[in-house]
């Protein structure tokens, strides 16, 4: 499936890369779960990491920082994320803290 073929009830089915999220930094991640309230997801960072952490063949590996201003934390989990420019994508975030921004979530690709 290509990005542009996206439809409101697809998920990428193919691996995501940095440059899926590199020119996305600002940008809102809506949560697309049925069980979950909608949470609007800033991504506030997209990190390519050092290659020696990923695995040789694989993806280069980057990690991704998004913020929720939502006082409810979520647990760490596979959660099905919308963008308007990416489409339906489903990413593990785990939150890593909360503050007067809200919480911050961290996913890792590697």
């Known amino acids: 499936?290509?990005?542009?073929?996206c439809?409101?009830?697809?998920?990428?089915?193919?691996?995501?890369?940095?440059?899926?999220?590199?020119?996305?930094?600002g940008g809102v991640f809506a949560l697309a779960e049925t069980a979950v309230p909608s949470v609007p997801l800033v991504l506030a960072e997209a990190t390519p990491l050092d290659p020696a952490m990923g695995l040789p063949g694989v993806r280069p590996p980057f990690s991704l920082m998004f913020v929720a201003n939502e006082p409810n934390v979520l647990p760490q989990g596979l959660y099905r994320l919308k963008n308007d420019g990416l489409g339906e994508v489903e990413i593990?975030?785990?939150?890593?803290?909360?503050?007067?921004k809200g919480v911050s979530y961290n996913a890792t690709f590697n």
């Open 92 to 100: 593990f975030l785990v939150p890593v803290g909360k503050d007067a």
């Open 7 to 25: 439809t409101d009830r697809q998920v990428i089915d193919r691996q995501l890369v940095y440059e899926d999220f590199a020119d996305k930094v």
């Open 1 to 5: 499936m290509t990005l542009g073929n």
